[in-house]
């Protein structure tokens, strides 16, 4: 079935370091969105993306949504402790009923 | 703001047992959704509503049901609880936008453990 790949499942930084998360499915999709959890807490929506190509910034978040629309990756700039979660993407497929299909998630863990 | 509540936070059943797990949104939402969040596993799809009295399964529908007799009450029925049901359920809801999926809102999960 379709699928959306999200690597890695974990990443440990610094705080004050980068931290990116990627997404890429097996079919071409048409909307990317991405969500990010809170230890403890649901899923809370981040944006969504759309075109073929598309780059979004919020604050130090940077989204990207690639040509083809089969791939997308979330990145931070200097890691906070306040961006400590898991973080998905979900694809919808084109042409398909109004469900998404999830990543798996990246946890990120600020070290101590 | 929107809000989706769902009827526990923590439930305990036995093996066995018939569950009913309620959501509630409160913005006239077309789209309702039940998902299960294991760990490494993300969320998957148990069934979603586009409109009262309408479902469809999702990626893992066996072993539940659900039921949408009104717009804003989404439920989720486990008919017979089993272990490997312990799980972490997510409810969720957003508009229907044209094709395309909406934001989808989160309640704050049920953790439910079945003995």
């Known amino acids: 079935g379709q699928q959306v790949m999200q690597i890695p499942q974990y990443q440990h930084v610094q705080e004050g370091e980068d931290f990116t998360t990627y997404c890429n499915s097996s079919t071409t999709l048409s909307n990317i969105q991405w969500y990010k959890q809170r230890p403890g807490g649901h899923p809370v929506f981040l944006i969504q993306?759309?075109?073929s190509g598309e780059v979004k910034k919020q604050k130090r978040l940077t989204f990207q949504f690639g040509e083809a629309k089969k791939n997308s990756s979330l990145h931070i700039t200097a890691t906070q402790t306040t961006d400590v979660g898991t973080y998905f993407c979900a694809g919808q497929i084109r042409d398909s009923n109004y469900q998404l299909i999830w990543g798996a998630g990246t946890k990120l863990i600020i070290k101590p | 703001d929107v809000k989706v509540t769902q009827s526990s936070r923590y439930l305990v059943k036995r093996t066995g047992e018939k569950v009913f797990l309620e959501c509630v949104q409160d913005?006239?939402?077309?789209?309702m959704f039940w998902y299960r969040q294991d760990p490494g596993l993300g969320l998957r799809l148990i069934y979603f509503?586009?409109?009262?009295?309408?479902?469809e399964k999702g990626d893992i529908p066996e072993g539940y049901s659900v039921s949408r007799e009104k717009k804003e009450r989404f439920s989720l029925i486990l008919e017979s609880a089993s272990t490997n049901q312990t799980s972490m359920y997510l409810c969720?809801?957003?508009?229907?936008?044209?094709?395309?999926?909406?934001?989808?809102?989160f309640g704050p999960g049920t953790r439910l453990t079945v003995l």
């Open positions: 913005m006239d939402h077309e789209n």
């Open positions: 509503s586009y409109d009262v009295k309408m479902k």
């Open positions: 993306l759309v075109k």
């Open positions: 969720a809801s957003s508009l229907l936008a044209g094709g395309y999926t909406d934001t989808q809102y």
